[in-house]
């Protein structure tokens, strides 16, 4: 868990620090990115809780959301409807955040 | 399992992500997998890119601010530097105007001559002229309060047609509409949602200004097309006053560009 910390905030650091041009053609990509990138640190945090954290599911899931999240999107751009779709994304994945935040909070405060 | 309490399984797909939103369900002891070296720093990797995505996407999102109301700010300094280079363009040609007229006026020689094509140019709109004759602001009526609902208090060029007409007819001699000298070729017509004045938008209220015989004000008031607008006041709220107005000044049009006709050199 402290190590899941230090990466994060190397990986936070490493950002702000390091100059890193997102290409134009990414960029609607980059608010999906994040909240499915949300989405697997909440999940993450909750599996390791829970004492049911997998190294290898984590990985994937994570990679996997990213790329399901980005293709959906993409799709939906080339329908049209890649707002309306970009919305579906971000009420799934947020819907996901929040009841694993909530089983979060159960966890450490029983409440 | 929470798929019950609601009922149908098509209702229930939010309760069924409320409830089992994870990849993550414990596996059966029997599956669980020892981590590994490998495992644990494929994990560390991406969260340092986890962390890395925030970082850049707060980098975009405030970074990106300051760029856009630059860009912003700049395209504001270009309209104004271009609306004064207008204005400055604008009265040069005045001058020159004015600098032609006099040099004309000189090479006519007589005064009868000079008086007669000044009071021709007033006629033609090409000549600011000042007089009493009546003031007509027309004002559009409160916007409707939903949205979708037509405005039906709003003022289209074919209400100035009628308002101009009105005074024409009425015996009025030079007429401004804003500020915007009407000609025998002035168009008065509505692009999208503003109505153009020989090409200058004009907006509400319309204050129309016309040089007229006496009593041109009153004759106004007792047009069969003020009582028009008096019943559109009290149905869409538009607002009609007219006054009568002594010594107003109404500038010249700009003359009007040769369509048929060419310059003989």
């Known amino acids: 868990m402290i190590i899941a910390v230090i990466a994060l905030a190397v990986g936070v650091v490493m950002g702000v620090l390091v100059d890193i041009n997102v290409p134009v053609g990414l960029q609607p990509y980059l608010p999906i990115a994040v909240v499915a990138a949300l989405d697997a640190l909440f999940g993450g945090v909750r599996a390791h809780l829970d004492g049911a954290f997998d190294d290898k599911q984590f990985t994937i899931s994570f990679i996997s959301n990213v790329l399901v999240a980005g293709l959906i999107v993409y799709l939906g751009d080339q329908l049209g409807v890649g707002a309306q779709l970009s919305t579906g994304v971000v009420v799934v994945l947020g819907i996901r955040i929040f009841s694993n935040a909530a089983a979060i909070r159960r966890r450490l405060f029983s409440a | ?265």
């Open chain 2, 1 to 265: 399992m929470a798929g019950t309490r609601f009922g149908l399984p098509s209702v229930d797909l939010l309760a069924q992500f409320w409830n089992q939103p994870l990849d993550y369900e414990a596996p059966p002891p029997d599956r669980r997998r020892p981590r590994t070296i490998s495992g644990r720093l494929l994990t560390v990797a991406v969260i340092v890119v986890i962390g890395l995505l925030l970082a850049v996407a707060w980098r975009e999102s405030v970074l990106s601010q300051p760029a856009d109301a630059k860009a912003r700010e700049d395209l504001r300094d270009d309209i104004a530097a271009q609306r004064e280079d207008n204005e400055v363009l604008t009265d040069f040609t005045e001058r020159l105007r004015d600098d032609v007229n006099a040099m004309r006026d000189e090479l006519l020689g007589s005064q009868a001559a000079v008086e007669q094509l000044h009071r021709d140019e007033a006629a033609a709109g090409l000549r600011a002229v000042t007089g009493d004759g009546a003031k007509v602001v027309v004002a559009n009526g409160p916007e409707p309060d939903n949205t979708t609902g037509s405005h039906l208090g709003e003022i289209f060029d074919r209400d100035l047609h009628l308002i101009v007409n009105t005074l024409w007819a009425l015996g009025a001699e030079a007429i401004a509409i804003d500020g915007q000298r009407l000609t025998a070729v002035t168009t008065i017509r509505a692009a999208g949602k503003v109505i153009l004045v020989d090409f200058a938008p004009v907006s509400s209220p319309y204050e129309i200004v016309a040089i007229g015989p006496p009593g041109l004000a009153d004759d106004f008031g007792a047009s069969a097309t003020a009582e028009t607008f008096r019943q559109y006041g009290t149905d869409y709220g538009i607002a009609l006053t007219v006054e009568a107005v002594d010594d107003v000044v109404l500038p010249a049009a700009s003359p009007p560009s040769l369509n048929d006709a060419t310059p003989k050199d």
